[in-house]
Structure formats: structure tokens, C-alpha cells
């Protein structure tokens, strides 16, 4: 499996951002897409994540409300619409996708990861 995302970019405080991750190969076999970011000088911390069946949705506490997964699964993409953006949502986004769970926090529960794509919101 790989994953493509991309719609990162600079932003002002309390504006929108559409992320998405595109999922190629064998896209059959997964099970969730989660949504990671990463903070310079900060760990890696879980967003939210979609099941593929059913759709159902988790978000971190810190996005909840203002950030929304979305997928389609004809086109084997999952979406991060991120509204009312703060400075501190700067980081590098990374969408993940699980064989074996359907959906959770940790990291170590995805299976294949894309290369990030930097969302900087400026104040």
C-alpha cells in the first residue's frame, strides 16, 4: 500500500485547510486511515482516524470539532478538512492506513504511513 498527501500549505489563524491522502495498491485490505501530525520538537500525535467500513470517525480531543474525516472509498481517498486552524495545529500531517485495526490512537496500529505534508498557520 502506498499513500500520497498532499493539500498542505500556509494558512492565517481561523482559516481552512483540505488535506488528503490517496491510497494505492492493495487498498482492499485496509481496514482504517488515520491522520498524525507532528510539531517541530514534539512527538507524533494521533488527529483522528475513519473506518472504511461503516465510516465512523475518532478525533483527538485538541481537533475535535473543527477538524472533519471524510473518505471516498471509490476513489481510495480519505479527506482532513480542518477549519478554524490555530497556530499551534502547525505541523507535518501524515495519513496512515491499518490492515488490523479499525481505528486507533496509537501509531503502532498502522501499517503503512505517507511522507507528511506541512500545514504552517500563521498568527
Known amino acids: 500500500v502506498q499513500l500520497q498527501a498532499s493539500g498542505g500549505g500556509l494558512v492565517q489563524a481561523g482559516g481552512s485547510l483540505r488535506l488528503s491522502c490517496r491510497a494505492s495498491?492493495?487498498?482492499?485490505?485496509?481496514?482504517?486511515m488515520g491522520w498524525f501530525r507532528q510539531a517541530p520538537g514534539k512527538e507524533r500525535e494521533f488527529v483522528g482516524s475513519i473506518t472504511k467500513s461503516g465510516g465512523i470517525t475518532s478525533y483527538a480531543d485538541s481537533v475535535k470539532g473543527r477538524f472533519t474525516i471524510s473518505s471516498d472509498n471509490a476513489k481510495n481517498t480519505v479527506y482532513l478538512q480542518m477549519n478554524s486552524l490555530k497556530p499551534e495545529d502547525t505541523a507535518v500531517y501524515y495519513c496512515?492506513?491499518?490492515?488490523?485495526?479499525?481505528?486507533?490512537?496509537?501509531?503502532?496500529?498502522?501499517?503503512?504511513w505517507g511522507q507528511g505534508t506541512l500545514v504552517t498557520v500563521s498568527s
Open positions: 495498491g492493495r487498498t482492499s485490505s485496509i481496514t482504517a
Open positions: 496512515a492506513a491499518s490492515w488490523t485495526s479499525f481505528g486507533g490512537r496509537l501509531s503502532g496500529m498502522y501499517d503503512y
